[in-house]
């Protein structure tokens, strides 16, 4: 895996893309300059790494547009030292700009191939997360409560166990809608059984699936 000088100007010029689209936390766009996204592309498709657009990364699944990686990680305030739980670890990238920014990673995949490949590739990368398989709806109840909550795919509804592991205090950050249109949400736990729900407009996800892990 090579990052050479001509990976790195071509980051630096999508992040200068995604500041003019509206993205100004520098902790966010200082992790996106440091990430290499072409890490997580197969060799083959490389020159659509520093594109702002999703890919197709199997399992019918995509690695999100930067843009949007940008958008819900600015929506999670992410402070170093932050417990913070991935929904949807898909290639891995967003869990990588969580932990560039300080955070403390646990992350699901219910997709097996995904999930093998995101565990031998994310220790390569040296980033220390740990990655499970299962139902993303259920969430981690065994490692909560969670700072932050973070689901990469498009969900009809809140799960209300994600809701239930999420601090007083916390911040759970998913695209919620029934269709192939999701709007972006924010819910910051204020009390045991209190929240405040934001939204944030209209975003496009692979669904995220119910019930059980797949092979």
Partial sequence: MIDSYKHQGLRKLLV???RAKG????????AMETVPRHFFFDSSFLKYAYEDK???IGAGQTISQPYTVAFQTELLHIKKGDKVLEIGTGSGYQACILAEMGAKVFTIERQRSLFNNAVKF?????????????????GLPAFAPFDKILVTAGAPYIPEPLAEQL???GILVIPVGASDVQIMTTVTKTGEKESIKREHGSFRFVPLLEDKAAD
């Fill in 16 to 18: 200068e893309n995604i």
């Fill in 23 to 30: 993205i100004h936390d520098s902790d966010v766009l200082k």
């Fill in 54 to 56: 999703p890919f197709p």
């Fill in 122 to 138: 994310l220790p390569a990368l040296g980033y220390t997360i740990k990655v499970f398989y299962g139902d993303g709806y259920k």
């Fill in 167 to 169: 601090k007083i205090g």
